[in-house]
């Protein structure tokens, strides 16, 4: 048969050769070299990598990417490379997730780090014994041998499904339904949304793109889930995307609606969105919602002047503007789910401290948990 013929993808060295082979195979390619110096391998020079005719297409995808599939999990990062990080849970909401990063990553050749986290049981134990001990006036106790041979095995059983999560991924780039990009992964014993704010306080990512469970689901949750904190308490640009969301490639983003401050706040988001996808052309509807500093709605004359900056330096995007009341705002908000033509969420993310966040939530916050919309929350 035609598909059984052997093709020769490389001419290399023998330890290169080797090497190619190595790659390949694991890969489940069968390779065969030709033109080896069988008395003397080592000293074989234009030694033919073949391959089966009907393996070429997955052949050459692997070859040209070699980087991500021979790429060990903890390698340097450039800090020239832009870097997107990806909390991950291996939920199907991880992959939706991975499928939006991938196509950021490979717009603006950045690198992915896959993170995951879990929590060890020593740190339970930690924070109860120092309870108690502090309460009767002792000095709390340490790890036990038996803790640390249990943290071991939950970080190899972690370690373990991010591989198992990375093969997935590698499948979906050798399939062609992933952009091929190169990305490491991280476990980290620690609370998630610490390990996620530690990350990104270290690494200053672009973006993080997390993948949420349903509106339904969230508000069965506790208000302080992991994505949450994460919209009010981190630095850098988060973009959600909930389980029920077919969104995979910037180019979906469509129609947008801005939350707006009239204020320089809003041109902070607009200029992250922008410059994420600076040559898709969207659709951006303009919410100002009349907040404690207006008496009202803004004027027509104030919409003209935030509509006319944003046609002559994002000339790209069409822009329409809406400014209303607070109540009426809330209703819209809550309309907006039933509206299938919204892509996407922008809001600008003021940081507020713990005590503001339990009572008087971000609109990020309150958006998250009751719109099956992807949200991109923007901290100005």
Do not use: W
Not at 7 to 19: N, Q, S
Not at 111 to 133: E, F, G, K, M, S
């Amino acid at each position: 048969m035609t598909s059984d013929r052997l093709l020769t993808v490389a001419i290399h060295t023998y330890e290169k050769a080797l090497e190619l082979k190595s790659l390949l195979e694991h890969e489940g390619i069968a390779v065969v070299l030709h033109n080896v110096n069988l008395s003397e391998p080592s000293v074989s020079s234009g030694v033919r990598v073949r391959i089966k005719e009907a393996d070429l297409p997955l052949a050459l995808r692997i070859i040209e990417n070699s980087e991500i599939f021979i790429m060990p999990d903890e390698s340097d990062r450039s800090g020239n490379q832009p870097s997107i990080l990806v909390p991950v849970d291996f939920s199907t909401y991880s992959i939706r997730a991975c499928a939006l990063a991938f196509d950021i990553a490979k717009r603006h050749n950045g690198r992915i780090t896959l993170l995951h986290a879990y929590i060890p049981p020593t740190r339970i134990n930690i924070q109860i014994n120092a309870t108690v001990d502090f309460s009767s006036g002792q000095t709390p106790q340490n790890e036990t041998d038996g803790d640390i041979i249990v943290d071991e095995e939950l970080h190899a059983a972690a370690r373990q499904r991010l591989d198992e999560f990375s093969v997935t991924l590698k499948s979906l780039i050798k399939s062609g339904d992933l952009p091929p990009v190169v990305y490491g992964t991280e476990v980290v014993a620690a609370v998630p949304e610490d390990a996620v704010l530690e990350f990104s306080k270290r690494h200053k990512p672009m973006i993080i793109v997390m993948g949420t469970r349903g509106a339904e689901k969230k508000e069965r949750e506790l208000i302080g889930s992991v994505t949450a904190e994460v919209l009010d308490s981190c630095r850098q640009p988060v973009f959600t995307i909930p389980e029920q969301t077919d969104l995979r490639s910037l180019d979906d983003i469509r129609d947008v609606i801005l939350i707006s401050n009239l204020d320089q706040n809003d041109m902070l988001a607009l200029d992250a969105l922008t410059r994420l996808s600076p040559h898709t052309s969207m659709n951006i509807h303009i919410l100002h919602i009349a907040g404690k500093r207006f008496r009202g709605p803004a004027s027509e004359h104030e919409c003209n002047i935030m509509l006319e900056y944003c046609r002559t330096h994002y000339p790209v995007c069409t822009f329409t503007m809406e400014s209303m009341e607070t109540d009426r705002a809330a209703e819209y908000l809550n309309s907006i789910n039933a509206d299938k033509n919204i892509s996407l969420i922008v809001v600008p993310n003021k940081r507020k401290n713990i005590l503001a966040r339990l009572f008087n939530p971000s609109l990020a916050h309150k958006l998250l948990f009751h719109a099956d919309i992807p949200l991109m929350a923007v901290p100005v």
